[in-house]
């Protein structure tokens, strides 16, 4: 997700974004910090999602 992006799902201009990054280190660090524990998050339900596959796969193959 581009800074452009992130902007606009937080209902912002992309300027004011930048200007937090300047002004307001804190709680841009905080923006970004949400922004990737939910990437995170996401790609963790992914990988469980595919390890779950994996081993019915595995299973299926013994039975």
């Known amino acids: 997700m581009t800074q ?3 902007a606009i799902y937080l209902d ?3 300027k004011t974004l930048r200007n937090w990054r300047k002004h307001k280190p ?3 660090k ?3 910090l949400g922004f990737a ?3 995170a998050v996401k790609k963790s339900k ?3 999602e595919q390890l779950a596959a994996l ?3 595995i299973l299926q193959g013994k039975g």
């Open 37 to 39: 524990f939910e990437e």
């Open 4 to 6: 452009r992006d992130k």
């Open 55 to 57: 081993e019915k796969e």
């Open 26 to 28: 804190n709680l841009y």
């Open 30 to 32: 905080m923006i970004m």
């Open 12 to 14: 912002l201009d992309p």
């Open 46 to 48: 992914e990988n469980h």
